[in-house]
């Protein structure tokens, strides 16, 4: 009976290419039921262009964070005789821009981009923008003198340094503030300005990171809240000077420089704190307003003329804004805005 077997293999055949079409139509359902479980957790961590911002900054600071504790207590192998607090205080400042750099290279690599994206161009290192920093930082700083000294605000009672030690300050406490510089221009004005932008844009990022900036600076012994001001608006004007220049170098020279100028040259509180081996013996007068009280000059009224008058320079001097090593995003929705 070649019929009956003949139909029975058909019906075997069509019964398996059923079963097979109802497996066919159910995979792609399952699939796709398997990624909308899923969508909630990409949008909260993973956007159209990888990780969303916030993320990679939770993950750039936690890397520092770690790095700093590992690298930090090695400061104990330096001995605490003769000019050890100050070799150890170098040291950790030292641990600070390793713990803010490193990471930052990291997250390049993982983001495919190059780490001069964060605003250190390696072509323009120590180039001409950092050298218009220096000067531009104490110029402005003096300018700041200048006006607390014709207020009647401030002077100077000759000399606390003399001889060998005015170099030798002069160069570690050069070096100090340099580190400084580094650390805290590429903390907030470097990996999480350029990472904060992709998302938000670039002003807003540059007016919380600032805020946030400003606002650290209460924690310093003899700071204030006009300091703490004071403090978020100079950050503000040094990512001015990232969106004008775009780069890092020109913010980082004026950082130091003013800073030195402040603790070092003009031996006056630098938010709050007078350093060691400071080249002069500073005399204070007047309103704290004007003096800036405890913080030192930049809780003086007169910082915000100064500032007002180095942001229109500023813009003068440089029109238009250049976004140079930035560019080099692979996405271009993810370049600062």
Not at 99 to 127: D, H, N, Q, W
Not at 145 to 172: C, D, N
Not at 236 to 258: D, P
């Amino acid at each position: 009976m070649p019929e009956e077997h003949d139909q029975s293999t058909s019906k075997t055949d069509l019964g398996d290419d059923a079963e097979t079409a109802r497996a066919g139509m159910g995979a792609p359902a399952l699939r796709a039921e398997h990624s909308s479980a899923h969508e909630p957790l990409r949008g909260i961590f993973i956007g159209a262009s990888g990780p969303l911002p916030g993320w990679r900054i939770f993950l750039y600071l936690g890397m520092g964070v770690i790095l700093f504790f590992l690298l930090s207590p090695l400061e104990q192998l330096i001995p605490l005789r003769d000019a050890g607090r100050l070799w150890r205080d170098l040291y950790i400042q030292s641990v600070l821009v390793i713990a803010s750099l490193v990471p930052a290279a990291l997250m390049a690599a993982i983001e495919k981009r190059s780490f001069s994206a964060y605003g250190l161009t390696a072509r323009s290192a120590f180039g001409k923008q950092f050298w218009m920093g220096l000067l531009w930082g104490l110029v402005s700083l003096s300018a700041l003198m200048l006006l607390m000294h014709l207020v009647g605000a401030f002077s100077t009672e000759g000399l606390a340094l003399h001889g060998s030690r005015i170099a030798k300050f002069a160069v570690y406490w050069g070096l100090y503030f340099l580190l400084v510089g580094f650390f805290e221009e590429f903390t907030f004005r470097g990996y999480t300005l350029f990472t904060l932008a992709s998302g938000v844009g670039f002003w807003p990022s540059a007016v919380v990171l600032s805020l946030i900036f400003g606002g650290l600076h209460l924690f310093n012994a003899g700071e204030a809240w006009m300091g703490a001001l004071a403090a978020a608006c100079l950050g503000l004007f040094f990512c001015f000077t990232v969106r004008r220049t775009g780069m890092l170098w020109f913010a980082v020279g004026m950082h130091a420089s003013w800073d030195w100028g402040e603790s070092f040259v003009y031996s006056v509180p630098d938010s709050g704190s007078m350093v060691p081996g400071h080249l002069l013996n500073p005399s204070f007068h007047g309103s704290p307003w004007l003096t800036g009280g405890s913080v030192g000059p930049e809780g003086s009224v007169l910082l915000f003329v100064v500032l007002a008058i180095l942001w229109v320079l500023f813009d003068r001097l440089y029109p238009t804004a250049i976004d140079k090593g930035r560019a080099s995003s692979p996405n271009t929705e993810e370049n600062p805005r």
